[in-house]
């Protein structure tokens, strides 16, 4: 007896035959159309509309060639053809890092694209946040990346045949740029490892504390991924020996902590674990504050130079920056640029920060982490106070 899956397998083999060769003529044309209208018929007194519908849905007519085009191995060749010839750069952050003034001044400066169709109105260009999506969307991209409200994946890896689906998903939008605040080290490595033109943005502590409102529920979010992550989950990361050791510490104190010093820690843990895997790799990371500083032309040629953008695009990108540089970032808690002096308000952010006891909390896990871990007292040293160049920006830390 024959299966029904098989026979309906055998009604269409030929217009897949056609969808595969894509030439079955003028003649061929002519003799479909009536054909099709016959299988609807036939099809439907099965009860098999449901098929002839997935079948047309797949067949497009191009009229100057007379072919059959199925879209969805035009798409697919398309973006092999294209992953190969453009670059894709991909920009992790952190929550009130001023990225997205970054990122601004990258697509603008080197006329880069993220595909913000599916991205709800109020979100930044993050293409791979699940609280920017539809909850299909948002689903698909929470197996390997992660937000405040889709948080499992901030502290964890994901397996090879997600990873493969979420940057499939990802690379079919055709951006070729994109930004992420809550990616961890593991996920940097992966990006540089695919392909993509990866490197870090964050600013200083005391450039980001205390928190305004529209940034309180952030940092929270990966503290507490942090400090009750399973430790056989955090091993599996880059350093991940390294992070038990400081979940450990952090648990044994979490009492000690009010809310604004766990937003520092969680701060300082998030963008240790980057820096130590930018170092590793050799990939380029660079502070807002040396964006604003008096060598900051240096800062982006030196960014330009690792990230292989050419000098004419460079250009741009540094102009990109300059004409941005006097305009407010939303933690600021500026309602408009009139009289917006960047030097100014960062200096009140300091006096702020002051009053939130961040520094002496820093201060504790920093040292702790210099003696009980190899090679911290150096990602403590790029952290609290230098940058892309290796030119001081200012320790706030201590």
């Known amino acids: 007896m024959i299966h029904p899956a098989d026979r309906a397998r055998e009604r269409v083999s030929w217009i897949q035959r056609c969808e595969v060769t894509g030439r079955p003529g003028r003649a061929g044309l002519f003799f479909l159309v009536p054909a099709l209208a ?14 002839l519908a997935s079948i047309m849905a797949r067949v497009r007519f191009d009229d100057t060639s007379s072919h059959i085009v199925n879209p969805r ?33 990258m697509l603008r400066g080197l006329g880069l694209f993220t595909n913000d169709s599916s991205l709800h109105r109020s979100c930044p260009p993050e293409a791979l946040n699940p609280s920017c999506h539809n909850l299909s969307l948002a689903t698909e991209y929470s197996k390997c990346f992660a937000s405040d409200e889709w948080s499992q994946q901030i502290w964890a890896t994901c397996s090879d045949v997600n ?30 490892e695919a392909g993509f033109k990866t490197f870090l943005f964050f600013r200083s502590p005391c450039s980001t504390f205390p928190l305004t409102p529209r940034g309180q529920p952030w940092w929270p979010a990966i503290w507490r991924r942090f400090v009750t992550a399973n430790p056989s989950d955090l091993v599996k990361l880059p350093f991940g020996r390294n992070l038990t050791v400081m979940q450990e510490y ?32 050799g990939l380029p990371w660079i502070k807002m504050e040396s ?48 009289n917006f ?57 201590r």
């Not at 016959?38 to 098929?51: K, N, P």
């Not at 809550?182 to 940097?188: D, E, K, R, S, V």
Request: proline share 1%; net charge positive.
């Open 291 to 338: 964006l604003h500083g008096v060598d900051s032309e240096h800062v982006v040629h030196v960014l330009c130079e690792k990230l292989k953008i050419d000098s004419v695009s460079c250009s741009k990108l540094r102009d990109s920056l300059y004409k941005r540089r006097n305009i407010p970032i939303h933690l600021h808690n500026v309602s408009n640029a009139v």
């Open 38 to 51: 016959l299988a609807s018929v036939c099809l439907t007194w099965r009860g098999e509309t449901r098929l």
């Open 163 to 192: 990873w493969t689906s979420v940057l499939s998903t990802y690379h079919s939008t055709s951006s070729t740029f994109t930004k992420d605040n809550f990616a961890n080290g593991w996920h940097l490595q992966r990006l540089h």
């Open 250 to 281: 952090f648990k044994q104190n979490e009492k000690l902590y009010d809310l604004d010093q766990m937003n520092c820690l969680a701060h300082y843990m998030h963008f240790w674990h980057l820096i130590s895997v930018a170092e590793m790799l």
């Open 73 to 105: 191995v035009e798409a697919l060749s398309t973006l092999r053809n294209s992953n190969l010839r453009v670059q894709k750069y991909f920009m992790i952050s952190g929550p009130s890092q001023g990225s997205t003034w970054m990122s601004t001044s």
């Open 341 to 397: 002096s960047y030097v100014a308000l960062e200096a009140n952010k300091r006096i702020m920060y002051a009053t939130t006891g961040c520094a002496q909390a820093l201060d504790s896990a920093m040292h702790f982490c210099e003696t009980k871990l190899d090679g911290c007292a150096r990602i403590n040293m790029l952290y609290a106070g230098k940058d892309i160049h290796n030119s001081k920006t200012g320790r706030c830390t």
